[in-house]
């Protein structure tokens, strides 16, 4: 399984990013997809997560700023982020809980996509 995160860049605070983030197997299923962050000096965050049923999860540090949402069938996942600020500053991972058959289902983790946020 492979991950290809895009959408990352230089934002002024109060702006919007949108990130991207496609996986791709020969038969492909994901039970779930995730997105993480990771600043200079700290540990990783969840920023969120979608389940292949459409639950939902946030971090508390982005819950009522982020929105995440799939596709159809379930292979890609976006996550809208709206009024940035300098703390957003990070690296951000894709994450997959997929399986590609024969083998069973595991995390695979894409390169990540760097956002910046400047005040």
């Known amino acids: 399984v492979q991950l290809q995160a895009s959408g990352g860049g230089l934002v002024q605070a109060g702006g919007s990013l949108r990130l991207s983030c496609s996986a791709s197997?020969?038969?492909?299923?994901?039970?779930?997809m995730a997105w993480h962050r990771q600043a200079p000096g700290a540990s990783r965050e969840l920023v969120a997560y979608i389940t292949n049923s459409g639950d939902r999860k946030y971090g508390d540090s982005v819950k009522g700023r982020f929105i995440i949402s799939r596709d159809n069938p379930f292979t890609a996942v976006y996550l809208q982020m709206s009024s940035l600020e300098a703390d957003d500053t990070a690296v951000y991972l894709c994450?997959?809980?997929?399986?590609?058959?024969?083998?069973?289902?595991?995390?695979?983790w894409g390169r990540g996509t760097q956002v910046t946020v400047s005040s």
């Open positions: 994450e997959a809980e997929a399986r590609v058959p024969p083998g069973v289902f595991q995390p695979f």
């Open positions: 197997g020969s038969a492909l299923s994901i039970n779930m």
